[in-house]
């Protein structure tokens, strides 16, 4: 799986994201940001303030697995990271001709795989 993430160029990936490592990992190519923080104190000559700069992770892991529905993020090789906002082709207008297409297009492949294992399992039965 390590292999076939590694050789997309684009992808998509929606709600759902259970793995903790798999999670940190989109995390980490999403990257981090520069957060200004300001510290103040008081002492008996007077008030001091003093502005810092920290990394803190754009999407941390815990938001991307609590990415809502209809939201998925986008990775294409050589540009940044993008948060989509999905739209549900079922409620569009051709989604019964989508729908029957993909009906079709699954039950063909369906068939071309059960037609492949065939003969594997007729040689699998001759040798039993």
């Keep these: 799986m390590d292999a076939m993430w590694s050789a997309s160029t684009i992808k998509v990936i929606g709600s759902g994201i259970d793995d903790p490592d798999f999670a940190d990992k989109l995390s980490r190519l999403?990257?981090?940001?520069?957060?200004?923080?300001?510290?103040?104190?008081?002492?008996e000559s007077g008030k001091s303030t003093s502005v810092s700069m920290r990394q803190e992770r754009i999407l941390p892991a815990d938001a991307i697995r609590a990415l809502p529905k209809g939201t998925a993020l986008a990775f294409a090789t050589g540009l940044r990271a993008a948060m989509l906002d999905l739209r549900p082709w079922y409620l569009e207008p051709g989604a019964a001709e989508?729908?029957?297409?993909?009906?079709?297009?699954?039950?063909?492949?369906?068939?071309?795989?059960?037609?492949?294992?065939?003969?594997?399992?007729?040689?699998?039965?001759?040798?039993?």
Aim: proline share 2%; hydrophobic share 40%; no cysteine.
């Design 30 to 43: 999403i990257g981090d940001h520069d957060v200004e923080t300001t510290s103040t104190s008081t002492s």
């Design 98 to 128: 989508l729908s029957a297409a993909s009906a079709r297009a699954s039950k063909g492949i369906t068939e071309r795989a059960v037609a492949k294992a065939a003969p594997k399992q007729a040689d699998f039965d001759k040798a039993a």
